[in-house]
């Protein structure tokens, strides 16, 4: 396992911040009420332990398929239901959504090969990321992926707690299944907005990770 570039200035701050306080804490505290210093070491340690964990970068087999759409997050399946898609295709289109806790590995893939026609950051809200309402108002970045088998849609929502979408798509590039699309800090969504029809492998409820769970099959 190796932690996430994404991941270096946030883990090098509370690092930092965590050496000072303990440093002042046991400085101070430790004569008197040593236990409220052990107290404070074993809380700020914990919580130097989740940043870093938060930003970890597992390496997993990944799965690959040229009629395969791929999980492009970790996460738990939250919605599966036909839409009417108002931003880029005007159309209906069936949206998968998986909603990413703290504790989820939070690095985003492509879920196919392809080109990227469409790539849009949105200003928006910070409702709770199972907000039905999320995929529209919240903070968000699309992009539309195209190859010869299907065109989809991979949207980026900022929950409640998360406050950055990284992105690193543009118009005109060629991507690779299963490489790295973007990263969402603390606790976010993903939807996948595939065509009418399409057949999903999955059911609400079910836990998926990113680059390995089969989303759904390209006739």
């Known amino acids: 396992m190796t932690i996430h570039k994404e991941g270096y200035s946030t883990i090098t701050i509370i690092g930092v911040l965590f050496i000072i306080l303990n440093y002042f804490s046991f400085s101070f505290l430790s004569y008197n ?45 939250v919605v599966i239901e036909e839409m009417y898609d108002e931003e880029y295709f005007k159309t209906k289109r069936l949206q998968v959504s998986i909603f990413m806790s703290p504790a989820n590995v939070h690095v985003n893939r492509n879920p196919i090969n392809g080109d990227v026609l469409y790539s849009q950051y949105h200003k928006g809200k910070y409702l709770v990321a199972w907000d039905p309402k999320s995929s529209t108002e919240n903070e968000r970045h699309s992009v539309v992926l195209q190859n010869s088998h299907t065109i989809i849609l991979v949207k980026q929502i900022a929950g409640a707690v998360a406050r950055r979408i990284v992105n690193y798509l543009k118009p005109g590039q060629k991507v690779v299944q299963n490489e790295e699309l973007g990263f969402i800090k603390f606790g976010s969504r993903v939807d996948i907005l595939l065509p009418v029809g399409s057949k999903v492998n999955v059911k609400i409820g079910d836990m998926v990770q990113g680059g390995v769970t089969v989303i759904s099959d390209i006739s």
């Open 33 to 77: 009420v040593p236990w409220l210093a052990w107290v404070i070491f074993v809380i700020t340690f914990g919580f130097l332990l989740f940043i870093i964990s938060f930003f970890r970068l597992p390496s997993r087999k990944m799965t690959y398929g040229e009629k395969s759409v791929i999980a492009p997050a970790d996460g738990k399946v």
